[in-house]
């Protein structure tokens, strides 16, 4: 017979507690995990590297946006505006970059990087100004931004004249459709992206004053922290990633299209939220939100190869959505 | 006849493995209020939740008026005859007095229509029959904090309950108002009430309850007559060792001024306020809740938005903002720990860091060994119950939690240190900490400017006292001439 001494049951108890913790903790990863796993059993081209390399890239602007979603949400904001602002960064960029005299805007074609340049600044520019209204202003996030994703639609038509702005030069197009070793561009800026993120996120000064200010703006404010510039960052750095990822679309299909973009603000919340970051702000992981886009994309990917309508598709990422808060409610309760 | 109110026998509860109740007793007597009293973590909270109905006990008895019970939520604790005042108010702001007291429980009339006349005219009965001084179609959002609580006991009171626990409810309220609560507590006894009365402050306990019952680390420790204790026999009580001196002061005051205020008015809730602190000095600016003293301090911090302008050793200068603030040497520790004194979704070390970022790193990289050191300091300093630095401080006490904020001003190497009201909901044994570490900074040359609403503590640890009222200094009073019936009586 074995006698178990309390401090024996106490490890057994903490060995399972820890197993829980981390079922909570990595949750999201292990679903991307096991998802992978049965795909690559029930499909035999689900791991081919061509279908590997067409998720990645088809993740690719998801993520970028959903990475600076992560910033802004971690400040207890919301971005409603960055679908609007791929459209109309798109549209910037593309027309001085395009090799047609009627797109055309003040001559051009411009080299890509003057184009790219220009299309951040705008995105930086639109975000600055929400995270202004929320920050000076003090207007919900949700209606500042709701404000600048109808705005932003609207300057993308006017800057068009409500026309698609075809014909970029290849050079511009590299960004979306180049690769380096193999490896496509979207997908290479998607890396980079995330590794400054991660880097700022878990390393900078700034990192830490994002997570204070989330976690408790008034705490952070006594401790000396300018909690308004940080909120106009947050906006201006999510308005300059949805830039980036309106010019890799745009690059992408070969032109600026002002109906681009419509609707991403959604699937970039979504993954923000199933990669764990609470909408309360102050608590989140961008590795979560990586993992949670990535877990979208291959979702997509193996519905589509399953031969599930695109219909059904919806309907399941929703659940998916609600799942991951559920979890992660339970892991609030002790 | 002599059946107690409310008995609990041998309650115990674990949370995870760890025992946050080993079987503790409690017997309610009607007609008496019978504090409970221990230090943060003793199990008072688990001990009510588990009268409420709010958790489930692993074991023992619990009989109302004799009979054995097993609440399962609070609406059935409140069916059996037991309200609750708590110590965190839920009101709902945008709704009048009256609604927030009949939450619930409107009277309709016959189509199920609110009838808010008849609800109105209850309200206020209740409220005139304690002598509170509210007016039942008020807006919640436009009262005080010490109102809110005024109506919170009203409404708890509301109910006609045989047992009323009311767990710290005196944290806000004012000498005035405590008063008023007392009146009202007296009236409850005289109709053959039961009151459990929860409070740190041991004054209070003293004045107003007929028996004690001492909890201490989820232990039952004794229960007994107040009037066979005193003061310092109930502390070594609920500390569980003997009584060292309650309020440690070792500094002595120099005549260098440190830091001088000049006339600062700020519209209607801070008229020419000028004070003076010194080098070595414990600066106390006694007052009731609302007086003006958080105000004051806020100013002077940089938090009030238009700046304040006042000197430092001599020296004119103009604080825009909580980092000029910091940049001058100030430290301000806030009278609302989890509102603006703590991170809660942080750990111990993001905490202790916060204000002192600048010096733990470069903007591209923050040196995390520096961080962990400098917490690992504070922790050492203040002696800071955590099992580790990465452990969130929602995870710990009040008291440590408390440590948490001093440990964070600590950091940045203050000379200042502005205090509102620090000791508000901390223990005995952690009060005596933050004395020792407030006396030991003013002894080393530091200035401490602290906000009190506790006359004892203020007599303990003053050199000069302020009173404020109503947003303006009625006295200032040194510490050999200072009494209690003078501080009271300025104050109002």
Redesign the interface.
């Known amino acids: 017979m074995k006698i178990v001494t309390p401090a024996e049951?106490?490890e057994n108890?903490?060995v399972k507690?820890r197993m829980i913790q981390f079922t909570q903790q990595y949750g999201i990863f292990l679903a991307l995990v096991a998802c992978c796993v049965f795909l690559a059993f029930a499909n035999e081209y689900f791991l081919t590297t061509r279908n590997v390399l067409n998720i990645l890239r088809q993740t690719s602007i998801n993520g970028i946006l959903a990475i600076g979603m992560t910033f802004v949400i971690l400040t207890r904001g919301i971005d409603l505006s960055v679908g609007s602002i791929v459209a109309f960064t798109g549209v910037v960029a593309a027309s001085l970059a395009t090799t047609s005299s009627s797109a055309m805007v003040a001559g051009g074609p411009y080299p890509a990087i003057i184009a790219i340049m220009a299309g951040i600044s705008v995105g930086m520019i639109c975000g600055g100004i929400s995270g202004l209204v929320v920050s000076r202003f003090h207007v919900p996030a949700f209606v500042a931004t709701l404000g600048m994703l109808s705005a932003a639609r609207g300057l993308t038509l006017i800057y068009a004249g409500g026309k698609p702005v075809p014909a970029l030069t290849p050079e511009f197009r590299w960004i979306g459709t180049g690769n380096i070793l193999g490896i496509p561009m979207p997908v290479v800026i998607l890396v980079i992206v995330f590794a400054i993120a991660w880097w700022v996120l878990n390393?900078?000064?700034?990192?830490?004053?994002v997570?204070?200010a989330g976690?408790?703006p008034?705490?952070?404010?006594?401790?000396?922290?300018?909690v308004g510039k940080i909120q106009f960052i947050v906006y201006a750095i999510s308005g300059g990633l949805a830039a980036v990822g309106g010019m890799v679309l745009a690059a992408r299909t070969g032109s600026g299209l002002t109906q681009a973009g419509i609707a991403y603000e959604l699937d970039a919340i979504a993954a923000v939220v199933i990669g764990g970051t609470?909408l309360s702000?102050?608590?989140g992981r961008i590795t979560g939100t990586l993992i949670g886009a990535l877990l979208i994309g291959v979702m997509n990917n193996g519905l589509d190869l399953m031969g599930v309508e695109s219909y059904y598709q919806q309907v399941i990422k929703g659940m998916l959505i609600v799942a991951a808060v559920m979890l992660d409610q339970s892991k609030n309760k002790? | 006849m002599n059946v107690p109110l409310l008995e609990a026998q041998g309650l115990k509860k674990s949370f995870g493995g760890v025992a946050a109740l080993k079987g503790v007793d409690f017997r309610l007597m009607a007609g008496s209020v019978h504090a409970l009293c221990g230090g943060n973590g003793a199990g008072k909270s688990t001990f009510l939740s588990i009268i409420m109905g709010i958790i489930s006990r692993d074991a023992g008895l619990l009989k109302c008026k004799g009979e054995l019970v097993d609440f399962q939520n609070p609406a059935q604790a409140l069916q059996a005859g037991i309200s609750i005042i708590e110590q965190e108010l839920s009101p709902v702001p945008a709704m009048s007095v009256a609604e927030n007291m009949f939450l619930g429980r409107e009277p309709v009339n016959r189509w199920g229509v609110v009838s808010f006349k008849e609800m109105n005219a209850a309200a206020q009965k209740i409220l005139d029959d304690l002598g509170f001084p509210l007016s039942a179609k008020q807006v919640m959002m436009n009262l005080t904090v010490a109102q809110l609580q005024l109506v919170e006991i009203a409404k708890a009171l509301s109910y006609d309950s045989d047992i009323i626990i009311m767990d710290e409810p005196t944290s806000a309220l004012g000498e005035k108002e405590v008063e008023q609560l007392f009146a009202a507590i007296a009236v409850l006894k005289s109709r053959g009430k039961g009151v459990i009365y929860v409070s740190h402050r041991l004054g209070e306990i003293m004045d107003i309850s007929d028996h004690y019952t001492i909890f201490r680390d989820g232990q039952y420790i004794e229960t007994g007559d107040i009037e066979d204790v005193d003061r310092n026999k109930l502390i070594e009580l609920i500390v569980g060792r003997p009584l060292e001196e309650e309020f440690v002061k070792q500094n002595k005051p120099k005549d260098k001024i440190v830091l001088e205020l000049e006339k600062l008015t700020n519209g209607e809730l801070i008229q020419d306020v000028s004070l003076k602190a010194h080098e070595g000095e414990i600066l106390v600016l006694y007052g009731l809740m609302g007086a003006g003293r958080t105000e004051i301090f806020e100013n002077i911090f940089g938090l009030s938005g238009k700046g304040c302008t006042l000197k430092i050793n001599g020296e004119q200068v103009h604080i825009k903002s909580a980092q000029d603030a910091i940049d001058n040497g100030l430290a301000f520790v806030t009278k609302d720990r989890k509102g603006s004194g703590l991170v809660m979704s942080e750990d111990v070390r993001a905490n202790i860091c916060l204000a002192d970022l600048k010096n733990l790193g470069n903007a591209v990289k923050m040196n995390g060994k520096k961080e962990t050191s400098a917490a690992k300091r504070m922790i050492d300093l203040f002696s800071i119950k955590t099992a580790s630095d990465k452990l969130k401080v929602s995870g710990l006490s009040g008291g440590n939690q408390q440590k948490v904020v001093l440990g964070k001003w600590f950091l940045t190497n203050p000379d200042i240190l502005l205090l509102d009201e620090p000791t508000r909901g901390v223990d005995v044994g952690a009060k005596r900490e933050i004395y020792r570490v407030m006396s030991e900074f003013a002894e080393n040359g530091g200035t401490v400017i602290m906000s009190s609403s506790e006359i004892d503590e203020v007599l303990g640890m003053a050199d000069q006292i302020l009173v404020v009222r109503d947003g303006l200094i009625s006295g200032e009073i040194s510490r050999a001439d200072a009494t209690p019936q003078q501080l009271m009586h300025l104050s109002v």
């Open positions: 049951g106490q108890l903490s507690v390393f900078s000064r700034f990192g830490r004053y997570y204070a976690g408790n008034h705490a952070a404010k006594v401790s000396g922290i300018n609470s702000g102050g608590v002790h």
